[in-house]
Structures are given as structure tokens and as C-alpha cells.
């Protein structure tokens, strides 16, 4: 015996061969082999065709292990025809028909299973009544034959046990993909918050040291810049440690939701993504560059609010916008942005007149990583510097959070 510990138990197991995938059915296969040979041996008399017939019947019994419905319905056959003979005694294949009709039902062939179970019963009965010498008796035919039924509904269950378990594991894995899932859009959504965040926040700054650089007559000015450079900092800095908890898993927040832009308020969408550009417009305004940012309703269904990942897009993409247009627009000439929520989309127009020269502040990859993440959620993305203006139009499509 061999010993396996799981937990505070022991478990023992059989030592059997590595090539036998069902070492119990072959134990119950060999057993009843065993029982065959010896009840001919002990109780049968030998003759040719008594032989005959217990040799088929033990190549069946054999076969079942990798023939269970072929030689399960040959092996119940044979024994039913067996019984036709009149005055000849065979083995009683008691176990051999358990195993013929339990494996039966195990393999999902329960009516086929029934029919063996009627079709040896029939037999049982032509022998009875047919004075043919048999040594059975009418309850003993009747109790066989529960023993027949328990052994086709033992196999049943048994196989609907490991269907149920087989679907509670694979709803298991489903399980534990979907949150790997969630868990990997989470992240993604972080990782481009953290990108995002930084790259707008820096880019405030680098603009806002530039003109304490070029000196400011202003003292009030001046003060304003450093009093916008340290909240940006400061803003930048906690959504940074906030993304950072997030990935770490030293955060409380779950693995498909996001704390940063969140869309899960009382507030409606259009004031949420109002707060949004009145939050970026003031950032303008310290730079020197005054726009004009409008949202306009036109939902007729309530569809408020959109799900993390499509509202997160949305926020994201308004925030690179405004970070292009501190690199890129010309402050004295302003900009101009504007939001069209719809029952199922957000429609978005921006346009400025944009620096004969760029500046290189930034990759300048942001649209082009937002175009692909817009066409991903079903929308599209579009931009252009035509003849010194600069045209956005995007389409963004959302679904209501569950």
C-alpha cells in the first residue's frame, strides 16, 4: 500500500500500473473474471459447450475495459442465450451483467442499459417456465433483477456526479478568467491613467516654468504660476501613489472597477464630464490660453452611467486633448471644445489654430494610442492640421455600468 497525505488526513491508494487510466474499473473487471472461472470450475459441468460459452463470456468481461458498450450488450446477450439450452448449467454472470449495465448508464446509455436489464429478465422467465432445469427461483430472478437496476442507477449517478463537478469546475475557471480579465483591463486602464496623468501634469509645469523662466513683471502672476505648479504636482503626484497602491494590491478597490475617473456617482454624465472641462479649463487659463469648452444633452434615455472603461476613455482622451493644446495652439488665439452626449455615444469636435513650430514636450503618440483604444470600444477617432487649424472629431460609443 502506498500512502498519499493531504492536509491533516491520510488517503491510501492501490498501486497500479501507469498505463491503466481506470484502475477500478479494471479491479471490478478482474474480480469478476475471478468469480467466473471459479464458479465453473466448482459448480459447472465441463463440457464443450460450457467452455465455449464462459470463454466468450470472460473475453466480454475483459473487453468491457475498453469496449464497455459493445461487450457490456454481447456479453448480457450471450448470457440471455445462454440460458435458451435446456439442462445446461453456465455461469451465472451476476457480476459480469452489474458491471455491463452500471457502465452502460455510466456512459450515458441508460435506456440500452434497461433493455439488457428486461432482455435478461425475459430470459430468466423462459427458463423458469419452460421447465428447462434451472436452479433459479422466482425471487431469486426477482431479486437479481433489482440488483441489476440498483447497479444501472448507481452508474447513473456516478456520472452525473462528474458532470456536475466537471461544470462547477469549469465554472471555476470561468471565474477565475473573468477576474484575470478584469484584473488585466484594470491594469491597462492604471497604466494608461498613470501615462496620462503625468504627461499632463508635467507638461503644465514645464509650460509654467517656461514663463517663470522668461520672467513674469506680474507679481501676482507669479504667484499664481507657482501656486498652479505646486497643486499640479501635488494632483499628479497622488494619482501616481493612487495607480501605484492599485497594481500593488495595497488598495481596497476591486479588481474591475477604478478608482481614478470614476463613473459610479450620483452625478449624471453631463455633469461629471462638465466637471471635467471646467477642472482642465482652469489649468488653461493659468497658462494664458482661454477656450471655450461646452457639453450638450441631447440623451433621451437616461443611460447614465457609462461603464468604467468607456468612461475612463472618454476622460482620458478630453485630458490629451487639452494637453495638445498647451503644446500645441497658439494662447492668444484660444481653443474651442465640444461634447455631445447621446443615448448611446459621446460626440466630440475640437479645433485651435496651432504654432508654426512644435514644440517637444511630449511623444506626441497620445491620439494615435487613443484612436486604436476607440475603434476597440466601436468608435472612431479622426485628426487633421489643415492649413495652420487643427480639426478633431471623435465618436465614442458607451454602455451603461451594470
Not at 464443450?48 to 456479453?75: D, F, K, N, Q
Not at 448449467?89 to 452500471?102: E, N, R, T
Not at 494610442?369 to 480639426?391: Q, T
Amino acid at each position: 500500500m502506498t500512502s498519499r497525505q493531504r492536509g491533516p488526513f491520510t488517503t491510501h491508494r492501490i498501486p497500479v500500473p501507469s498505463t491503466l487510466n481506470h484502475p477500478y474499473v479494471a479491479l471490478m473487471i478482474a474480480g469478476t473474471v475471478c468469480y467466473t472461472l471459479i464458479e465453473y470450475v466448482i459448480a459447472i459441468e465441463v463440457l464443450p459447450v460450457t467452455a465455449a460459452v464462459t470463454a466468450m463470456e470472460i473475453a466480454l468481461t475483459v473487453g468491457l475495459y475498453w469496449r464497455p458498450s459493445v461487450c457490456g450488450i454481447l456479453l448480457v446477450t450471450v448470457s440471455a442465450c445462454s440460458k435458451l439450452i435446456p439442462f445446461v448449467s453456465f455461469p451465472s454472470q451476476l457480476f459480469g451483467i452489474w458491471l455491463s449495465v452500471g457502465l452502460l448508464a455510466y456512459l450515458h446509455k441508460a435506456p440500452t442499459s434497461f433493455v439488457l436489464i428486461i432482455v435478461e429478465l425475459l430470459s430468466h422467465c423462459y427458463e423458469l417456465f419452460s421447465d428447462a432445469g434451472t436452479t433459479w427461483t422466482p425471487s431469486g430472478v426477482l431479486s437479481a433483477t433489482c440488483t441489476y437496476v440498483i447497479a444501472a442507477v448507481i452508474g447513473l449517478a456516478i456520472a452525473e456526479h462528474q458532470h456536475a463537478e466537471h461544470a462547477r469546475r469549469e465554472a471555476m475557471e470561468q471565474h477565475r478568467l473573468r477576474e484575470d480579465h478584469d484584473r488585466m483591463q484594470r491594469n491597462i486602464m492604471l497604466a494608461s491613467t498613470l501615462h496620462d496623468s503625468t504627461a499632463r501634469g508635467l507638461t503644465l509645469i514645464t509650460l509654467l516654468s517656461d514663463q517663470c523662466l522668461d520672467g513674469i513683471n506680474d507679481s501676482d502672476a507669479m504667484d499664481d504660476s507657482l501656486r498652479t505648479i505646486r497643486y499640479t504636482a501635488q494632483t499628479t503626484l497622488a494619482q501616481v501613489r493612487e495607480v501605484i497602491d492599485l497594481l500593488d494590491g495595497t488598495s481596497d478597490a476591486p479588481a474591475s472597477g477604478i478608482t481614478v475617473n470614476d463613473s459610479s456617482g450620483s452625478d449624471s454624465l453631463a455633469d461629471m464630464l462638465s466637471a471635467t472641462l471646467r477642472n482642465n479649463d482652469q489649468r488653461m487659463r493659468a497658462t494664458g490660453c482661454i477656450g471655450i469648452s461646452t457639453v450638450e444633452d441631447r440623451q433621451q434615455e437616461r443611460n447614465d452611467h457609462p461603464s468604467p472603461a468607456h468612461y475612463h476613455e472618454i476622460t482620458a482622451l478630453l485630458n490629451e486633448i487639452y494637453t495638445n493644446i498647451l503644446v500645441h495652439a497658439n494662447a492668444d488665439e484660444g481653443y474651442q471644445i465640444h461634447l455631445v452626449i447621446n443615448d448611446r455615444t459621446i460626440e466630440l469636435s475640437q479645433f485651435n489654430n496651432s504654432k508654426p513650430e512644435r514644440t517637444s514636450y511630449h511623444t506626441g503618440k497620445g491620439l494615435a494610442l487613443h484612436r486604436n483604444r476607440i475603434r476597440a470600444l466601436g468608435g472612431n477617432l479622426s485628426y487633421a492640421d489643415e492649413d495652420g487649424m487643427w480639426v478633431l472629431a471623435a465618436t465614442i460609443p458607451y454602455h451603461a455600468q451594470d
